[in-house]
C-alpha cells in the first residue's frame, strides 16, 4: 500500500510565478490537510479537505493561496505570484476518517520543498 | 492556537533514556494524546497515542497521569538515529502541531 505521495519533491520558482504543489492520499483515504513548515519551525496547518470540499481553510494567507481535492486525481496546493516568503516546505497528510473522528493520527508525505528565487 | 508546550530541545547520549514531556492543561474530554517523530527533510511519523494511563509499543511508551494535563514520551535506550524533532498533538479537533521538541542524541 503507497504512502502518500507528493510531488514535486524540490520546486524553484522565480518571484511572481506560480506553484502547484500535488499530493495524492493513501489508497482509501479521503481526507487531505496541508501544512507548512518553514525553516528550523514547526508544522503551520494550512487547510483541510475532503473529496470536492474545503472542510477548514482557516490556516490558509488570504490571497494568493488556493487548494483544491477534486473527485480525480490528487490534491494541489497552488501558489500564485510566489515570493521570497513563500519558501518552505509544504506537507500533505491524509486520513481514512473525518477531522472529528480522527483521534490525531495522519499519515504525511515526504514534503514539497518550494524555493523563490 | 496548539494546545501543548514542550522543551524547545534536548541532549542525550546513546544509550541512556530520554522522556520528554508535554503539557496539555486546556485538553478536552475527547481529545486523544497523539506523538510523531520527525527527521530533517522528511514528513513526520505517528510513533504512540494514547488516552489515560501507560501505552508501549515496539518504539516508545507513553505516559499519561490521571488528569491528563500532560504526557510523556519515553524513549528507551536511545541511539544516534533517534536525533529528530518529536511533536506532541493533543488539538484532535484542528490537528494543529505545536513547536515539538529536538532531541539530539550524542554518541
Known amino acids: 500500500n503507497a504512502g502518500v505521495m507528493q510531488n514535486p519533491r524540490h520546486l524553484v520558482r522565480r518571484r511572481g510565478q506560480e506553484a502547484r504543489l500535488r499530493c495524492s492520499p493513501m489508497k482509501g483515504h479521503s481526507h487531505v490537510y496541508w501544512y507548512r513548515q518553514l525553516p528550523e519551525e514547526g508544522l503551520k496547518f494550512m487547510v483541510y479537505?475532503?473529496?470536492?470540499?474545503?472542510?477548514?481553510e482557516s490556516g490558509m494567507p488570504k490571497e494568493r493561496f488556493s487548494a483544491e481535492f477534486p473527485k480525480e486525481g490528487p490534491s494541489i496546493l497552488r501558489i500564485q505570484q510566489v515570493v521570497r516568503g513563500d519558501s518552505a516546505a509544504y506537507f500533505c497528510a491524509s486520513s481514512p476518517l473525518n477531522r472529528r473522528e480522527n483521534t490525531g493520527e495522519l499519515f504525511f508525505g515526504e514534503g514539497s520543498r518550494l524555493t523563490v528565487l | 492556537l496548539a494546545k501543548t508546550t514542550q522543551p524547545i530541545s534536548m541532549d542525550s547520549y546513546e544509550g541512556q533514556e530520554v522522556n520528554i514531556t508535554c503539557s496539555h492543561n486546556?485538553?478536552?474530554?475527547?481529545?486523544?494524546i497523539t506523538w510523531y517523530q520527525q527527521f530533517p527533510s522528511q514528513g513526520p511519523r505517528f510513533i504512540i497515542q494514547?488516552?489515560?494511563t501507560k501505552v508501549t509499543n515496539e518504539v516508545a511508551s507513553l505516559f499519561i497521569p490521571a488528569d491528563r494535563k500532560s504526557s510523556t514520551l519515553s524513549l528507551p535506550r536511545v541511539s544516534l538515529s533517534d536525533t529528530a524533532v518529536y511533536y506532541c498533538?493533543?488539538?484532535?479537533?484542528?490537528?494543529?502541531f505545536g513547536t515539538g521538541t529536538r532531541l539530539q542524541v550524542f554518541p
Open positions: 494514547g488516552y489515560k
Open positions: 498533538l493533543v488539538d484532535t479537533d484542528k490537528l494543529i
Open positions: 479537505l475532503q473529496k470536492e470540499n474545503i472542510i477548514d
Open positions: 486546556n485538553i478536552a474530554t475527547n481529545d486523544y
